[in-house]
């Protein structure tokens, strides 16, 4: 069976409360002990006085008539002979038995002690000084006695202060449900949210509070995890939408050969219809590969960042091709970035590979750095790109050379895929201004 209060804000009340009720009970009996103390002691203190100047007078014969009350009747004092019998007492004690029947020895005269008759509520307590005033057996003995007040008496001390330990510990109880309520306020307009949004819907953000407290990160956390996810559904979403598109063409003409070929075999050419199939179906393999590219970058997985010396790693590239026109380099040494190494070659891939598709004779690379950020940079003396255009190159499956075939130019993906990596490494990838041709320029964080 479950003890334990399910929820945070009743436990948190519940902890409060016992602690405060202990704390509380340990301050109370403190006070009680003290309190009781100070009270017997100066009782005692009347006690003493009065049974002492009595005690005197008794023994040295000057105590003559009725004893008169020193402290305004509050103590009561009695001469009392062996047998029990009262000699001699102020007025309060003149008419009552002895206070005491405890008779102190000749070896310990003076005998300090409390003294309770009857039951509660009719109880009384008194705080007694017995006196012998000699060691004759026949001597008399001076009792002085004074009441203890009626709240240390009948329990009303302790009432009170159990009643106030109670109301305190409720009090601190109440302050912590209300604190923790308002402090889990936020949490449950998180989890509120957090429940409404679904799979169809993750625009929508939990409201973050402000400040730099554990609720307000955990707010910020929730929503970079929501981004997260919005982006991965929505790459996923991408995908789906690009390879239904772009996928239903080469299929369709693949299709439509296979079927011509089989139906008539001998109006066919089968090598040029093999052919064919085969460039098709080379073309589909690079869509799926780039598309499963896109998918891929920037969602995390077991990707591995490493510091990468950029103009090393674009000297290796540029060196390990071949390229049908002229290349000039200017690699900076020493420009260190940290990222995934393969997603950077295929970036500065796609960027070499469109440089050589629109140059017409010269491609130039340069490493560098630029703004305390490194700095790459590929620039074609092609055609150019207009500054309307500069932004939709790198939408995918974006040709703005209409004049060239697919198999020309390509999917479309290459430069989609360099500014995606760019941007999960933290930089930026953008078409820059130059007087001819076109001009990339990458900047990522120095590692």
Not at 251 to 272: K, Q, V, W
Not at 309 to 319: I, M, R, S, Y
Request: with cysteine.
């Amino acid at each position: 069976m479950r003890m334990r209060p399910r929820s945070i804000r009743a436990r948190d009340t519940l902890v409060a409360a016992v602690i405060a009720a202990l704390a509380l009970g340990v301050t109370a009996i403190g006070v009680d002990v003290a309190v009781r103390s100070a009270v017997k002691a100066e009782l005692l203190r009347r006690t003493q006085v009065d049974a002492r100047r009595v005690s005197g007078g008794v023994r040295d014969g000057t105590l003559e008539g009725a004893i008169r009350g020193g402290t305004r009747g509050r103590v009561l004092v009695q001469v009392v002979e062996p047998g029990g019998r009262v000699t001699n007492a102020t007025p309060a004690g003149t008419d009552r038995p002895p206070v005491s029947r405890l008779w102190p020895p000749s070896n310990m005269r003076v005998q300090d002690f409390t003294e309770c008759h009857g039951r509660w509520p009719g109880r009384e307590c008194l705080v007694v000084e017995a006196i012998r005033v000699s060691t004759a057996r026949d001597s008399v003995v001076v009792y002085a006695a004074a009441r203890q007040p009626s709240y240390l008496v009948n329990g009303l001390l302790e009432t009170g202060l159990g009643s106030g330990v109670l109301l305190l510990a409720a009090v601190a109880a109440w302050i912590t449900w209300r604190v923790v309520g308002r402090t889990l306020g936020p949490v449950e307009a998180i989890r509120a949210q957090l429940a409404e949004i679904s799979a169809t819907d993750l625009s929508r953000r939990v409201p973050q509070p402000p400040g730099q407290d554990e609720i307000a990160q955990l707010a910020r956390t929730a929503n970079e995890t929501l981004d997260r996810l919005e982006r991965a559904v929505a790459r996923q979403r991408q995908f789906a939408s690009d390879a239904s598109h772009e996928l239903r063409t080469p299929i369709a003409g693949l299709r439509a050969n296979l079927e011509d070929a089989s139906m008539h075999p001998e109006d066919n050419d089968l090598r040029g219809v093999i052919e064919s199939a085969l460039r098709d179906t080379d073309r589909l393999e690079s869509i799926v590969t780039d598309l499963l590219l896109l998918a891929r970058i920037g969602t995390g997985g077991s990707v591995v960042q490493e510091p990468i010396d950029l103009a090393a790693l674009t000297g290796a590239e540029v060196g390990g091709r071949t390229f049908r026109l002229k290349i000039a380099t200017e690699l900076a040494p020493g420009v260190t970035v940290r990222g995934v190494r393969m997603q950077l070659v295929r970036l500065l891939c796609n960027l070499l590979d469109n440089a050589e598709r629109y140059a017409e004779s010269r491609v130039t690379v340069e490493v560098g750095r630029r703004g305390g950020q490194a700095l790459l940079v590929v620039t074609d003396d092609g055609i150019g790109i207009a500054p309307a255009d500069r932004e939709r190159v790198f939408e995918r499956f974006t040709r703005l050379d209409t004049a060239r075939s697919r198999d020309a130019g390509g999917a479309g993906l290459g430069l989609a895929i360099a500014r995606e990596i760019a941007q999960a490494h933290g930089g930026t990838l953008r078409v820059e201004d130059h007087p001819s041709g076109a001009r990339f320029a990458l900047l990522l964080p120095l590692g």
